[in-house]
């Protein structure tokens, strides 16, 4: 299909896609705590040798100065990506977010358009960070009408999907997981993007769909090897955006395998799982054969302990009981 | 600094507890490298012992302090066993927190509420304390220990503001290491010291050498006693130097020549001159302290590695009360 290939890790799609945006629009500008002198995570590393200090900001520790900035900057021409350093920083800035970035167009009649990419860094358990360093915070954003929810799970999808975030017109939350850094895969070197609000099969089954998304698709692919060891043939769907979600091709997967676990790294309650269940029983009910489950965590802050954290992570085997339980 | 005032037992155990602090930030990162214990790489507070020390040598047992994420001499001066903080650090139930916060550590047995992972809310638990010390009439005072990056944060303006215009009983203590991760001072913030920002409040507002305990024992002493008479907050800005990375493993955006020069304003290095000079301990004794908080330390390791995890069933714990 495309030209030529090469294989990257998902911290190298987001950095490539960063570097790539920027030389094709110089109105894209990046913003953050500590992105100049050096990073956590290397992703934008060599963006301050190649662009400059006009392109390339460091921050106080103000993660809702760094929204204002982004939304003063996007009304007035620029294409601003701010960088919210570790996903748990979030509320700081959820005022500018919720209150003002995502009403803007609309309170103001469709006035202005919003083009800013929030690029939330590092969310997700699994590093012993403890409480405030470990939450996956996507569920809190889809509730609210006016931001677009975006989470992806391999190389190709996170540089697709960053693309097509920067040059959407209306403001998009780019979400990572800090353990997907590492995980490798191919991504064309010519231009391309994901479209948002668009999923994928990442691998085809029979008699049971599972919808994940970022480390926990991961965890269902693994999930789905097992079970197919056992006769289970599983299906798993990557929506990748979470709003606007593709119904579509998660109610045509339902309709085929006739069952659906939802699994994700947060909690049960009020979750995007709780969200995709409400929908397929709205307007799949007729499809399922059993009822819809999900795999999530426990409703407890995320412990630091070793010894408690790989308890309260929803794991492959919690996936593969699940899954046992409702095929029969 | 002749400090002729600051009494011979005192000028002892800011020496005791300058070296455990350093000895065990040191022990910490070791057993970090060595797998011993797993989580958070440690944000080590070497080099800025002083500020720790000095400042709640000066609070009283019901005293309430708030813990900044930097080093753990101001935890370990309140009171904090080196047992449970050791053990704590290495997520076993014998920790302070039952092993559930890791470094962002407490003691209420001592009035030390917790360390915060985020960088901004403390600013404003501490005005909360110093509220309901108002309320409650219990002549205790609040001391919060922050970095010159909390003072980039959306809390600051509003702690500043409701101390002053409530008179409470705050010491606002600042270690200003000029670095907040990777990002230096000047990159960030428009005031030349972080002390200017107590001024248009009208608290007494001062610079200190924050490498030079018993200037900040000083200074302290001075807003301590202020609070507690009802005279209001003050603010102390501590200069001082990060000798490690951010966290230990983590990129390091200063020169080796700034590190070196910095090393040479060691606060450890320049009481023990002072206290051996003027004959408080001779160079032995010296000594004797650094073996003994050694043996301290090392009993602290041994408690908490062989300390047990939590049990399964402590994940569900402590949700609600
Ligand atoms: C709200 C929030 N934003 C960002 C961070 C990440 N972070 C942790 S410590 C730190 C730097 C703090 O600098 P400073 O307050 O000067 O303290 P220092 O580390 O220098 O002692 C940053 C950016 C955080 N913990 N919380
Ligand atoms: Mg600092």
Partial sequence: MYMSEKIINVGEAIHDALVEEMRRDPSVIILGESIQRATSFGITRGLLTEFGYNRVWDTPIAENAIAGLALGAALTGLRPVPIIMIGDFLPYAMEIICNEIAKYRYMFGGNFKVPITIRVGAQGAGAGLAAQHSQCLEAWFIHVPGLKVVYASTPYDAKGLLKASIRDDNPVLFFEHKLLGSITGTVPTEDYTVPIGVADVKREGEDLTIVAWAFMMHKALNAATELEKEGISVEVVDPRTLYPIDKETILQSVKKTGRLIIAEEAPKTGSIGAEISAMVNEEGFDYLDAPIMRVAAPHTPIPYSAALEKLWIPNVEDIINMAKKIVT | ?321
């Fill in chain 2, 1 to 321: 600094m002749a400090q002729e005032n600051i009494e011979k037992d005192i000028l002892i155990k800011m020496y005791k507890l300058m070296v455990t602090s350093r000895f065990w930030d040191n022990n910490i990162d070791d057993m970090h490298a060595k797998k011993q214990m797993i989580g958070m790489s440690p944000h080590s507070g070497q080099g800025q012992e002083a500020i720790g020390v000095g400042g709640c040598l000066t609070l009283k047992e019901e005293d309430y302090m708030v813990p900044s994420h930097r080093g753990c001499a101001h935890a370990i001066t309140k009171g904090l066993s080196l047992r449970k903080l050791t053990a704590e650090y290495l997520g076993k139930a014998t920790g302070v927190s039952k092993g559930k916060g890791g470094a962002h550590i407490c003691d209420p047995t001592h009035n030390i509420l917790g360390v915060s992972g985020i960088i901004g809310g403390a600013l404003l638990i501490a005005t909360g304390v110093g509220w309901s010390i108002k309320i409650r009439k219990t002549k205790q005072v609040v001391m919060d220990f922050f970095g010159d990056g909390m003072a980039g944060q959306a809390s600051f303006y509003p702690a500043l503001n409701l101390s002053a215009a409530w008179k409470l009983p705050i010491i606002w203590m600042c270690e200003n290491n000029r670095v907040q991760q990777f990002t230096h001072f000047e990159d960030v913030m428009g005031m030349k010291n972080i002390a200017e920002m107590g001024k248009p409040f009208g608290m007494p507002s001062i610079i200190v050498d924050g490498n030079d305990v018993m200037a900040v024992y000083n200074a302290a002493q001075n807003a301590v006693n202020r609070a507690r008479n009802g005279e209001g907050p003050s603010l102390i800005e501590c200069k001082t130097y990060r000798w490690r990375p951010h966290y230990e493993g983590a990129p390091e955006t200063r020169t080796i020549e700034e590190l070196l020069e910095m090393k040479k304003k060691c606060p450890i290095k320049k009481l023990r001159a002072y206290i051996i000079q003027n004959k408080v301990i001779t160079e032995k004794e010296a000594i004797k302290i650094d073996e003994n908080v050694m043996l301290e330390i090392k009993d602290a390791a041994k408690f908490a590695l062989e300390s047990p995890w939590p049990k399964p069933e402590e994940l569900f714990e402590d949700v609600y009360v």
